[in-house]
Nanobody, 127 residues
Framework: QVQLVESGGGLVQAGGSLRLSCACS????????MAWFRQAPGQGREFVAA????????LHTDSVKGRFTISRDNAKNAVYLQMNSLKPEDTAVYYC????????????????????WGQGTQVTVSS
């Protein structure tokens, strides 16, 4: 089993920055990829960014490229999402996700491809 705990959300003005953290515990050695998803009110869960645990290969959705950066610290069993130039449309609950089966190629971008989830952290961007 893997446990995930997110932190770092909050209220920020448009153009501001936040850094989300995801602490991973349990069978961390089994984690092959981690990701951030977000869910706005009344909408489905949307892929934001992902990173492979060993290679560090990353993938970002187009709407956040150049503004958000996913990174990892394997020594701390943590994944981060640095969010800059935030926009009101970035407002959502942000979830950390982990996968414990082998990943071939790019990190997965579909929610069903991850089998562990955190409780989420709220990010609100005011205009």
């Amino acid at each position: 089993q893997v446990q995930l705990v997110e932190s770092g959300g909050g209220l920020v003005q448009a153009g501001g920055s936040l850094r989300l953290s995801c602490a991973c515990s349990g069978r961390t050695s089994s984690v092959s990829a981690m990701a951030w998803f977000r869910q706005a009110p009344g909408q489905g869960r949307e892929f934001v960014a992902a990173i492979k645990s060993v290679s560090g290969v990353t993938l970002h959705t187009d709407s956040v490229k150049g503004r958000f950066t996913i990174s990892r610290d394997n020594a701390k069993n943590a994944v981060y999402l640095q969010m800059n130039s935030l926009k009101p449309e970035d407002t959502a609950v942000y979830y950390c996700a982990a996968r414990d089966t082998y990943v071939l190629g790019a990190p997965p971008t579909v929610a069903t491809q991850y089998n562990y989830w955190g409780q989420g952290t709220q990010v609100t961007v005011s205009s």
